[in-house]
């Protein structure tokens, strides 16, 4: 499975952005998605994960502000940013989880940079 992320980008606080991560490969092996996030000198944090049933969860620090979705086929997944914040500054990174055991997929990322 390969996950190319797109739609990054420099935005003033209190801005949209949408991701797009688009699979391609062998799809059939995902079970979930998830984007994460890196900002500088701190660790990988989940960010929102959507289910094979398409029920979504997402950090605190980003609920009632991003929404993930999906189309049916786990082609393309999407994170539209709202409300953003300076401290959403960070390289978001696509992840697919798979269906049976194995290490995830993951996109190369996309800078997000929300100036204050």
């Known amino acids: 499975v390969q996950l190319q992320a797109s739609g990054g980008g420099l935005v003033q606080a209190g801005g949209s952005l949408r991701l797009s991560c688009a699979a391609s490969?062998?799809?059939?092996?995902?079970?979930?998605m998830a984007w994460y996030r890196q900002a500088p000198g701190k660790e990988r944090e989940l960010v929102a994960h959507?289910?094979?049933?398409?029920?979504?969860n997402y950090a605190d620090s980003v609920k009632e502000r991003f929404t993930a979705s999906r189309d049916n086929n786990w082609n393309t997944v999407y994170l539209q940013m709202n409300s953003l914040k300076a401290e959403d500054t960070a390289v978001y990174y696509c992840n697919a989880r798979r269906r049976n055991k194995g290490p995830d997929f993951w996109g190369q990322g996309t800078q997000v940079t929300v100036s204050s």
């Open positions: 490969g062998s799809i059939f092996n995902i079970g979930s």
């Open positions: 959507i289910s094979s049933g398409g029920s979504t």
